[in-house]
């Protein structure tokens, strides 16, 4: 066989530095691999040239010594004693820190659709920032290597990279100037128990019988698919409404001289289910605009922002794109970008209509309002004309409220069988040489939240005890606020999850970014990337690259003491002090040994909070922001919010 290396080895790639390098990839057994490591002139690295012998099973490996941080390009030289025509050579190769960035669609989230992304993308110009993204495989029987490739950060490839991950990076990279490698390994609607190993999980009692209820149901696939399908018939009979009839194009709808002035309206972009339409259905958009008469017969771009799910898109009647569930999986969360011909564009009034087919979950205009405009494609000087605002709709279809489709039957294919993602996407990484990891990950365990408190340090334990650099760094995202508000007390799953969350911090070189203000109420996928990333790079950049004065966290509950009728409550983490965005502090609930919570007064005094109610009168606990969606408004002087919070161990709604 021709001589292979591991596919994370490829141009463009970055080298952790500081510690022993591994190389590995496959040959003939017996065949002598060679790695010479060629410096460029005045790096101030030295060069290496390592051998090995390819064991028995195909593999070989080699280990380089430590190298320093450089930016000045190196080149490595694979070459086979057996096969010296089939010599490697992977060229541009810099030295810096390596992050694994990893967990569900908020970290999947691409920069095309975080805030600002036109602005963002032009200004990705970071050579030295590369990025690796991860393929999507969940495989019974995995593969020993990825495919994938290094690329340098630049306004071509970034925008279809981790938002958060790549926001992380480039604080570190201009607070700094390491170079860095981000190494995306996501999946949306992901689980804990995927990325946690076999091993581990093993290990642990609860889950060990997790595992043996897993093995026993893939050893018999036969019943096991059997019942799934018999599941998935059922729920496909009564809500899988397939889109086969677009009975508003044969309505004439997309046409300019259609009839649309009985339709009602709605700002854009945004979802139907958040202005009162709580079903999946097909929705029907269009919108007026005047075009300049220079841009008369010129080829135009239509630019929408990502459309949950499956859209038609018309401009004066005649189609001009469409992307559908069936074309890819990702359509819900892809920007549209379409081309207009120049023959159908003309001055004065024109229209654009936008048939959205969502059949599950949400549905509409998902993207920013920086993404919605309509530009001459070939002068970038002649401006644009925003989309975002008032658009009349109508619908043509309402599928009612439809639940989650049954699951397949765990086991090949299925992302949420158990250490199936580790297997597929995280072990073949390995013993690659990083830094450390980020997470962004938890709202698919939010309804066991419970469990998780044991789940997740399981699973960094099982991601450092396989890559074998010790306790690195791992820093993960609390979950933000999300669904609507509830304007009383009461119980949480996702403030639950967060609790488990911040209990995890126990373990060593862990970090926490706080989200619980910047979280959207209807949209699970918060836009704001860039404090995501800029809250996570705060935590290394005050553990990892030793930045002085930098304060990493905000308030995090530290104690409670009942003074009479109040509880005062002090904090970690409180930096020059505790701050209220607002004349009054809100989110704070307390309770007397009944565990009924009302809402509290509360007030900072000092480094404290003191918390009390008129109608608890010997107070036994209090929560802060303990809810789906809390209004809440306490950060510490570096901006910074404090973390959710209960004093009290009730109880909760998870198991």
């Avoid at 239509?302 to 990702?330: C, H, P, W």
């Avoid at 002068?379 to 489709?405: C, H, M, Q, R």
């Avoid at 909070?609 to 306490?634: E, F, G």
């Amino acid at each position: 066989m021709s001589i292979k290396l591991a596919a994370i080895f490829s141009d463009n790639m970055v080298l952790q530095h500081g510690i022993k390098i591994p190389v590995w990839g496959w040959s003939d057994p017996g065949d002598r691999i060679t790695v010479e490591l060629s410096p460029s002139t005045g790096s101030g690295q030295a060069g290496q040239k390592k051998s090995t012998v390819v064991d028995k099973n195909g593999k070989w490996n080699v280990i380089l010594n430590p190298l320093k941080i450089s930016s000045s390009p190196m080149t490595m030289t694979v070459s086979s004693k057996i096969s010296k025509s089939s010599n490697l050579q992977i060229k541009n190769i810099i030295v810096g820190d390596v992050w694994v960035c990893s967990g569900q669609s908020n970290m999947e989230w691409f920069v095309t659709n975080s805030c600002n992304p036109a602005q963002e993308i032009a200004a990705a110009n970071y050579p030295n920032i590369r990025l690796f993204t991860v393929p999507c495989v969940a495989d019974l029987n995995p593969k020993q290597d990825i495919v994938g490739t290094w690329n340098c950060c630049s306004p071509d490839t970034v925008g279809g990279f981790s938002a958060a991950a790549y926001f992380f990076g480039r604080e570190i990279h201009r607070k700094t100037g390491i170079p860095l490698g981000l190494i995306n390994t996501s999946w949306g609607g992901t689980c804990a128990e995927t990325w946690t190993s076999r091993e581990t999980m093993a290990s642990d009692p609860f889950f060990k019988k997790v595992l043996m209820e897993y093995e026993s149901a893939i050893s018999n696939p036969d019943k096991t698919q059997r019942e799934a399908l018999a599941k998935q018939k059922k729920w496909a009979e009564k809500y899988d409404n397939k889109d086969t009839v677009n009975a508003g194009e044969a309505k004439g709808w997309q046409n300019p001289v259609a009839n649309f002035a009985n339709w009602k309206e709605m700002a854009l972009p945004g979802n139907w289910q958040s202005i009162g339409h709580e079903y999946s259905g097909i929705f029907w958009f269009r919108r007026e605009i005047n075009i300049p008469a220079v841009w008369e017969g010129k080829e135009l771009t239509l630019s929408l922002g990502a459309l949950d799910k499956s859209d038609v898109t018309y401009f004066n009647g005649v189609r001009v794109g469409s992307i559908t569930m069936e074309q890819r999986a990702d359509a819900w969360c892809t920007p549209r970008v379409y081309s207009v011909p120049g023959n159908i564009v003309k001055a004065g009034h024109n229209l654009i209509a936008v048939r959205v087919y969502s059949n599950i979950y949400q549905g509409g205009f998902i993207g920013t309002p920086e993404q919605m405009s309509l530009f001459p494609s070939e002068d970038k000087n002649a401006g644009s004309i925003s989309l975002a605002g008032t658009w009349k709709y109508e619908i043509e279809a309402n599928f009612g409220l439809v639940p989650p489709a049954p699951p397949p039957p765990l086991g090949n294919g299925n992302q949420n069988s158990p250490h199936i993602l580790f297997d597929n996407m995280i072990k073949p990484l390995l013993p690659f040489g990083i830094k450390g990891a980020i997470w962004y990950q938890g709202e698919s365990n939010a309804d066991r939240a419970k469990q998780y408190r044991k789940l997740f340090p399981l699973m960094i334990k099982s991601w450092r005890k396989a890559w074998k650099q010790g306790n690195f760094p791992f820093y993960f995202v609390q979950l933000a606020n999300y669904n609507p508000v509830n304007h009383n007390p009461g119980e949480s799953n996702w403030a639950e999850l967060r609790e488990a969350q911040t209990m995890t911090l126990t373990l060593p070189n862990t970090g926490m970014a706080v989200i619980i203000d910047i979280g959207e109420a209807n949209n699970i996928h918060p836009r704001n990337k860039q404090d995501v990333g800029l809250r996570l790079a705060l935590a290394a950049l005050a553990k990892d690259y030793g930045l002085k004065n930098i304060v990493c966290s905000g308030p995090i509950y530290k104690s409670m003491k009942i003074e009479k009728d109040n509880i005062r409550i002090s904090f970690n983490h409180i930096g020059g002090g505790l701050v209220v965005h607002g004349k009054k502090l809100y989110g704070f609930s307390i309770a007397g040994k009944d565990g009924k919570f009302v809402w509290a007064d509360a007030k900072s005094e000092g480094d404290c909070v003191i918390v009390s109610s008129p109608l608890v009168s010997k107070p036994a606990a209090v929560r802060y922001a303990w809810a789906d969606n809390p209004v809440c408004n306490l950060y510490n002087s570096s901006d910074l919010p404090a973390s959710p919070f209960r004093t009290d161990d009730w109880p909760g709604i998870t198991k």
